[in-house]
Nanobody, 126 residues
Framework: HVQLQASGGGLVQPGSSLRLSCAASGFISDYYAIGWFRQAPGQEPEGVSC?????????YYADSVKGRFTISRDNAKKMAYLQMNNLKPEDTAVYYC??????????????????RGQGTQVTVSS
């Protein structure tokens, strides 16, 4: 069983930065793809960014965050991160991390999730 816990959210002004962290515990290997998702009130969940479990660490970003967000992982620490720069009000949402033993594109684009954690609130407002 795998447990995930996201942290690092908060209330920030537009243009600010935040770094989200996802801590994994349990039986999780380096082969798991890891992704960040978000859901704003009244909206469908969105796959924000995913990173593959392969050695090349392929990444996927939603068009809405390309050039502003960066995903990374530290397998030794069982951690994943989402660096979010130049935050916009439309980035306001609950962010959560999830993993899949398989395709990282399936994780982000088709929500093929094996495990997901509780979310952390990100609010971007002036």
């Amino acid at each position: 069983h795998v447990q995930l816990q996201a942290s690092g959210g908060g209330l920030v002004q537009p243009g600010s930065s935040l770094r989200l962290s996802c801590a994994a515990s349990g039986f999780i290997s380096d082969y798991y793809a890891i992704g960040w998702f978000r859901q704003a009130p009244g909206q469908e969940p969105e796959g924000v960014s995913c990173i593959s479990g392969s050695s090349d660490a392929s990444t996927y970003y939603a068009d809405s965050v390309k050039g502003r967000f960066t995903i990374s992982r530290d397998n030794a620490k069982k951690m994943a991160y989402l660096q979010m720069n130049n935050l916009k009000p439309e980035d306001t949402a609950v962010y959560y991390c999830a993993v899949r033993l398989g395709s990282w594109l399936g994780l982000c684009q088709r929500f093929e999730i094996d495990y997901r954690g509780q979310g952390t609130q990100v609010t971007v407002s002036s």
